[in-house]
């Protein structure tokens, strides 16, 4: 060790431990750029919304008024109630359809296939999950339309239905990877003790695996939730685009996120209904944000318990 | 409740199984054979939904379709230009993303200990990944196009995808730093070499093709997204090649938005040509990732 210190001469172990320095100084930078976008995130999504919230926004209107006419000459008024609704109807059709369908395919990947077969689905739904959100509005518009109005006699296919099989599918293969290494994540001698004592696959399951891994499936199960609640392109091209508060699965109707989508483009920066959009955008921000941390805890739990 | 098993030999044995037994293995292959009709019921459409894709869009596809410009009004014509600013939209983003992507990771994988700064940082990663595309456009407005006076350009598209992107970088990079060996590390700390030179000259190097892995998932995301480009600097029609990166240009998941919904009179396999297209550059990205993944486990030594 000696020899290699002094092989080398004083200033080039200068230089070596100054470009440690200045390394660490760096890639410390790069360590906190998540925690300064989030930031930046919300003070300008804040920034450009700040007018409307503080001084046009009436807050009992925005949050229970169906009427969301921001283009009215006189009158225009922000109600987001229709739109909120719209988002949960969709994402909850999306959830109940996805949810058993995700946990189902998870068990199945993870319990039940052998080592090769799961390379394989875990491969194919990794394929699955990268599929472009606006591929997946074409789809609604293209294919799932003409085949709702033809199965269900409906004179309009883009509606909860339609956007809420396709948030499902899309949802889908997120739930499955995180369900899936959850399970996982359950110690094989928890298997190999409860076989042992002659249960067969399915009670394990039932008994040992899925109670040990049930917080990991909350956490999937939420995280797909939070997808469907922030996807934007599938959903605008698939609901029909229209206000109503939802009544049936056939109805048409508008998701907070698809009117961002849809407006922004034609508000001038600045206005009323400029800076409302960028509410509804913090709006969706402080929702999502309350997920994901929810999700991060409920996973902190198993942690903490093993 | 089953009749009782014959024995193996004749006479009751204890290994012969019992009704109970029996009965519990049905119910078992009952559950097993449900669990894989959920997981084919969840991936059947999808992949019918490809064939459907492919069957009609393929007609639309030839060498011209990818280098000509689209023509009367969008109803004709080619994608070259949404396909060269993909391309460019991606390219920068990269350039922007990477580097601090992959510094992140070393500085989680290499620097932090297990303490509240560090899971902070955990968290604003989960929810960098979470918070709505749209909302990510907000702030690709607000920040880029308008605070920092980009415009709406290639620039402001770039990095608001960046930004959204950079997840994918951190979390892959990590994973592929953190496979390799502690003994690699030390065996180098213990030649007097800094923390710097361990991981430019060991760490690295061995981690490089698990980062490049991620580097090509972080291409196909980008590539696909449309709601974050839309006010940044993605044009609804503009036949012309961006000069540079404060030019707006057109794009594959925009034109796709756009022809499918927003321009009258497009003939049918337009837009599945569009969609192909789009469709196809994704899904080879991944599958080049993918491959790549599995060719370098079979090939680890350690």
């Keep these: 060790m000696a020899k290699t210190q002094a092989d080398a001469s004083p200033d080039a172990l200068d230089m070596a431990w100054f470009w440690d320095r200045i390394a660490q100084g760096v890639v410390f930078l790069g360590g906190i750029s998540a925690i300064v976008f989030i930031g930046g995130i919300f003070i300008f999504v804040f920034k450009e919304g700040f007018g409307f919230i503080f001084q046009d926004m009436d807050v009992v209107e925005f949050f229970t008024s169906p009427a969301w006419r921001p283009t009215s000459d006189n009158n225009p008024t922000y109600g987001t109630l229709a739109l909120l609704l719209g988002t949960a109807s969709v994402t909850g059709f999306a959830v109940l359809m996805a949810v058993p369908l995700s946990l189902g395919a998870a068990i199945y990947i993870a319990e039940f296939a052998g080592p090769r077969a799961r390379e394989l689905w875990k491969i194919l739904i990794e394929l699955l999950a990268a599929i472009p959100s606006v591929v997946w509005g074409f789809i609604g518009l293209s294919i799932m339309n003409p085949l709702i109005i033809e199965l269900f006699d409906v004179p309009v296919g883009l509606n909860i239905l339609n956007a809420g099989v396709i948030l499902g599918l899309m949802a889908a293969p997120i739930m499955t990877t995180i369900a899936e290494d959850a399970l996982k994540a359950v110690p094989d001698t928890y298997r190999e003790a409860a076989e042992a004592q002659g249960a067969t696959r399915w009670q394990v399951i039932w008994r040992v695996i899925l109670p040990a891994s049930r917080n990991g499936l909350m956490a999937a199960v939420l995280l797909g939730v939070g997808r469907g609640f922030g996807e934007t392109m599938a959903v605008l091209m698939a609901s029909g685009h229209s206000i109503n508060i939802p009544g049936s699965p056939f109805d048409s109707v508008r998701a907070l996120t698809a009117t961002i989508a849809a407006e922004l483009g034609e508000t001038a920066q600045g206005s009323e209904h400029y800076q409302a959009l960028f509410t509804l955008g913090i709006l969706l921000f402080a929702v999502t944000f309350v997920i994901n941390l929810t999700a991060d805890l409920v996973v902190r739990g198993i942690r903490k318990q093993s | ?302």
């Design chain 2, 1 to 302: 409740m089953s009749a009782e098993a014959p024995a193996p030999s004749g006479g009751p044995s204890m290994f012969a199984a019992t009704a109970r037994n029996i009965q519990n293995q049905r119910v078992m292959t009952a559950v097993k054979s449900l669990f894989l009709g959920m997981t084919l019921l969840l991936s059947t459409p999808v992949v019918v939904i490809l064939g459907v894709l492919l069957y009609k869009g393929l007609p639309a596809i030839s060498w011209e379709f990818l280098t000509a410009d689209p023509i009367n009004g969008m109803t004709a014509g080619g994608v070259f230009p949404a396909l060269f600013g993909t391309v460019c939209i991606v390219i920068v983003a990269l350039v922007a993303s990477v580097p601090v992507g992959v510094a992140a990771a070393l500085y989680l994988s290499e620097y932090a200990s297990d303490n509240w700064f560090t899971r902070l940082i955990n968290l604003a990663i989960i929810n960098l990944a979470g918070v709505p595309s749209i909302v990510h456009a907000l702030f690709g407005v607000g920040a880029f196009v308008l605070f920092f006076g980009f415009g709406t350009s290639i620039l402001a598209a770039s990095l608001t995808l960046a930004v959204m992107t950079l997840p994918v970088v951190i979390v892959s990079t990590r994973e592929s730093l953190q496979a390799v060996p502690m003994a690699f590390r030390e065996a180098c700390w213990n030649m007097g070499a800094t923390r710097w030179q361990t991981i430019r000259k060991v760490v690295l190097p061995n981690a490089i093709s698990g980062i490049l892995t991620g580097i090509i998932l972080e291409v196909s995301r980008t590539a696909g997204e449309t709601a974050p480009i839309m006010f940044t600097g993605a044009a609804f029609f503009l036949p012309f090649l961006p000069q540079s990166v404060y030019d707006q240009t057109m794009a594959l998941s925009l034109h796709l938005f756009v022809v499918s919904t927003q321009v009258p009179g497009v003939p049918d396999e337009l837009p599945y040509g569009v969609a192909l297209v789009l469709i196809g550059m994704v899904l080879v990205m991944n599958s080049v990732s993918i491959a790549f993944r599995v060719y370098l486990r079979r090939r680890k030594k350690w």
